[in-house]
């Protein structure tokens, strides 16, 4: 059985400047995101300030912006690394089961 740890809105708020940043990744990364996805109040937070911090950041560099297609980017991206993190978790797990399986034969036919 897995455990989640459950994020809380107040936990989510506070971690949105370090996904907006970039900084986060791992467990980390996959509690936010599963939170963000099911909590409309804390998606909308984070769509206001990622926009502002995108937009102060490129104000002088660009003529069009388009910050929402760059916050659906960014939620995609972030997307694909938990789907990659519990994939590869997932590959070890795998593993583990086949090698000791495969050590409880080989000590079966030793016997």
């Known amino acids: 059985m ?4 459950k994020m809380t809105c107040k936990q989510a708020v506070k971690q949105i400047p370090d ?4 900084k986060m990744s791992g467990k ?6 599963e939170h963000i996805d099911s909590c409309s109040e804390c998606k909308e937070e984070l769509s206001i ?3 502002i ?4 950041e490129d ?8 910050l929402q297609s760059e916050l ?5 991206e972030a997307r694909r690394k938990v ?3 519990k994939f590869f978790r997932q590959t070890l797990i795998t593993a583990a089961i086949i090698a000791g399986v495969a050590a409880l034969i080989l000590l079966f036919l030793l016997l």
Do not use: I, K, P, W
Request: hydrophobic content about 30%; some cysteine.
């Open 2 to 5: 897995r455990h989640h740890t």
């Open 19 to 22: 996904f907006v940043s970039g």
């Open 28 to 33: 980390q990364l996959e509690c936010f995101m």
């Open 49 to 51: 300030q990622y926009l």
């Open 53 to 56: 911090h995108a937009g102060l």
């Open 59 to 66: 104000m002088d560099r660009r003529e069009n912006y388009d």
């Open 72 to 76: 659906e980017e960014a939620f995609g």
């Open 83 to 85: 789907t990659s993190r």
